[in-house]
């Protein structure tokens, strides 16, 4: 509060030379100024300096204690990798590593469709805010060396075709940053279809007949076929007995 009729204004160097400061009309010679933080302004213990002129020009000036920090600046990500090798099943564990500025706290998520084969439009998968962690027990090293970790265990019902990983670390004040990861991944939890399958057998099989399977069902997968016992299910003539003909 200073004498009613001034005019100060508000530095907070080195970002702006002034910042006015307005009297309030309820409480003559107090004043109040507002800066709102911008993109570019950055300042490591700045100082914040006052200065009162009243109508005859006379100056003061004074500095305000503490200094003060600003950061605006997005935590850096220097990389985002994860483990996977194959299409992904229920329960195959997929490990995330987020490599950064330390200090942050990291997530991971996965986006995708699921494509239902049947011709309807693509459901989103979205697995969310999954936590990384660089505390050193959760096999990301050293603790707070910047390198994040962390593992999602596919469950059933999760189905992507070239999901994006993307990783997420927000640093003390809370500025963000996100990076996505070079490689996609393919999750696949629905057990095939079978459309439809017969055998040309019409009675007992004599020595040297064959005997002919056929199936019809999702492309591009591995098909075993096998004779078993009806009543026990033992198996008669195991798969490696059977030759397949694509």
Do not use: C, M, W
Request: aromatic share 4%.
């Amino acid at each position: 509060i200073a004498g009613a009729g001034f005019k100060p204004a508000l530095t907070p160097a080195p970002i702006h030379a002034s910042v006015p400061l307005i009297e309030s009309e309820e409480v003559r010679g107090r004043y109040v100024g507002i800066y709102q933080i911008r993109e570019a302004d950055n300042a490591n213990a700045a100082q914040v300096n006052v200065t009162l002129i009243d109508a005859a020009g006379n100056v003061t000036s004074q500095t305000i204690s503490p200094p003060l920090s600003i950061d605006t600046i997005p935590p850096s990500i220097t990389a985002v990798r994860h483990n996977a090798t194959k299409i992904l099943s229920d329960s195959d564990e997929l490990i995330i590593t987020l490599v950064g500025e330390a200090g942050g706290r990291a997530s991971f998520d996965i986006a995708g469709v699921i494509d239902s084969g049947t011709g309807g439009s693509p459901v989103p998968l979205v697995i969310d805010s999954v936590g990384l962690f660089d505390d050193g027990v959760h096999n990301d090293g050293a603790a707070n060396d910047g390198v994040y970790v962390g593992t999602y265990r596919v469950r059933p019902g999760d189905q992507a075709i070239n999901a994006t990983v993307s990783g997420h670390l927000t640093d003390a004040v809370g500025n963000t940053s996100a990076l996505r990861a070079s490689e996609t991944i393919t999750i696949d939890t629905l057990p095939p279809q079978i459309d439809a399958i017969e055998h040309d057998a019409t009675g007992p099989l004599a020595l040297g007949e064959v005997l002919t399977v056929k199936l019809v069902g999702e492309a591009n997968a591995e098909i075993r076929f096998e004779l078993i016992d009806a009543e026990t299910e033992a198996v008669l003539l195991p798969a490696s007995r059977f030759q397949v003909v694509t």
